[in-house]
Nanobody, 123 residues
Framework: QLQAYGGGLVQAGGSLRLSCAAS?????????MGWFRQAPGKERSLVAA????????YYSNSVRGRVTVSRDSAKSTAYLQMNSLKPEDTVIYYC?????????????????WGQGTQVTVSS
């Protein structure tokens, strides 16, 4: 249903743009799309989220100012632009979607998940 891509290897201070594409159904059928990150041995946590129809955005304090979440309705694709990347941003990033608005921090409130894309930031 969801496919996240765009990860890769980047030097510290660099930028990456992650994409999340919906197949089989469009994001217009969803209320909220979220980006999460997960480091080995740690819990998956919210990075940013966007309400599909209003484009209202939400950011975690840890990334605020360094990332921008956006969406392209025509392409049924959401994006996560990440700038000023740090080695601690070396994690797997996941996208997820809610059919109905819920607690954006609660993983269980998301109905669909992408497979994850690895971001590696070298120092």
């Amino acid at each position: 249903q969801l496919q996240a891509y765009g990860g890769g290897l980047v030097q510290a201070g660099g930028s990456l743009r992650l994409s999340c594409a919906a197949s089989g159904r469009t994001f217009s059928n969803f209320d909220m799309m979220g980006w999460f990150r997960q480091a080995p041995g740690k819990e998956r946590s919210l990075v940013a989220a966007i309400r599909w129809n209003s484009s209202t955005t939400y950011y975690s304090n840890s990334v605020r100012g360094r990332v921008t979440v956006s969406r392209d309705s025509a392409k049924s694709t959401a994006y996560l632009q990440m700038n000023s990347l740090k080695p601690e941003d070396t994690v797997i990033y996941y996208c997820a979607a809610q059919r109905q608005y819920g607690n954006i921090y609660d993983l269980a409130s998301y109905n669909y998940w992408g497979q994850g894309t690895q971001v590696t930031v070298s120092s």
